[in-house]
């Protein structure tokens, strides 16, 4: 495409640094170093691993803010673009909030990555953040061998309507509102084991922005959510156990998927990053004898612009039931 050569940015990606992150644990540590902070107008800080920070304005709104980068994940420069954005977009639905300006991440090498190429991931960003009806007004970039890319986004919230980690009771029913799958499904395009129906799938949803499933959950009074990223849907449940002191169960048959996901297990497309995220979680969660392997997998499987997982009273339109809070004291229990 460049030069008449095929550029697969996927590729440039660092051995083993495929849109890796640091473990829970290792983030804690380095967070801890931090010193206490004690603004009262901090709504929700980092420390119950939130997907964003609120801070409360005079006049009554709130700020939601957060940021989100990584390595490519597709080849098409476009789509990459759209997914990061889509992808950071989403830490602010998972608020409750909607987002009104972004700042743009990019680091790459035009001598291996050439700036034609990074206009389309621009170009890709560009169109999602408009379907959110925000706006770009700025950004930063960095020469750098292997390419990252993603977005600062700030949004605003009712203070009174945040959909918070510390929210969860029992009761609550949990609702996902997009398939699981993304990281098996990249990992088997990577290695040329997806097809090409198995990818256009997952890009289709990844590219879906969460803002109607936010819209829907505000309508169901929702008050807990988090949308499902890089450390998997029972890392990221873990997360409301905790801040919230409650139990959950998990119905593994229910769990909404990408098509291809047995067969890319079975053809080994997992990841690194899906075994730390069950270390991570190891003290909180279990599996019931005779949960298939395949759909143990789906549970620690990172995501790239996962879907909300919303904690309900009531149904939630086009969203998937999945499970719900049992009891209190942390815990994930993983039912057939
Ligand atoms: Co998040
Ligand atoms: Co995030």
Redesign the pocket.
Same mark, same amino acid.
């Given at each position: 495409m460049i030069e008449g050569k095929m550029l697969r940015l996927t590729h440039l990606v660092a051995k083993g640094g495929c849109a890796s992150k640091l473990a829970q644990a290792q983030l804690k540590e380095v967070l801890s170093a931090l010193p206490v902070q004690k603004d009262p107008n901090v709504l929700v800080g980092f420390e119950t691993s939130d %997907?964003a920070g609120v801070y409360l304005l005079p006049g009554g709104v709130a700020l939601v803010q @957060?940021m %989100?980068f990584f390595t490519p994940i597709v080849d098409d420069p476009y789509r990459y673009g759209a997914i990061a954005a889509t992808n950071a977009l989403s %830490?602010v639905y998972a608020m409750g909030g909607e987002p009104i300006t972004v700042m743009n991440i990019a680091l790459f090498d035009p001598e291996v990555a050439p700036p034609a190429v990074w206009a389309e991931v621009f170009r890709g960003m560009g169109e999602k953040v408009s379907e959110a009806g925000a706006t770009t007004v700025g950004g930063h970039s960095v020469v750098d061998k292997e390419p990252k890319f993603g977005l600062s986004v700030t949004g605003l919230v009712d203070p009174e309507r945040v959909f918070s980690n510390r929210n969860a009771e029992v009761g609550d029913q949990i609702w996902l509102t997009k398939p699981l799958g993304t990281g098996i499904v990249t990992t088997g395009m990577k290695f040329d084991d997806a097809t090409e129906e198995d990818a256009a799938e997952a890009i289709r949803w990844m590219t879906t922005l969460n803002k109607g499933a936010k819209d829907s959950a505000l309508l169901a009074g929702v008050r807990c959510a988090t949308d499902v @990223?890089g450390f998997s849907l029972v890392g990221h449940l873990g997360n409301i156990c905790r801040a919230s002191d409650v139990s959950i169960r998990l119905v593994a048959s229910a769990l909404p998927h990408f098509s291809s996901v047995e067969r890319l297990v079975e053809a080994k497309c997992t990841t690194g990053a899906a075994v730390r995220n069950r270390e991570a979680v190891s003290d909180l969660l279990s599996y019931e004898e005779g949960v298939p392997e395949w759909l143990i997998q789906l549970t620690i499987d990172p995501q790239t612009s996962g879907g909300l997982a919303l904690f309900s009273r009531q149904e939630i339109p086009g969203a998937t039931w999945i499970g719900e809070v049992t009891g209190t004291g942390a815990g994930i229990r993983v039912s057939q």
């Open positions: %997907d @957060t %989100d %830490d @990223t």
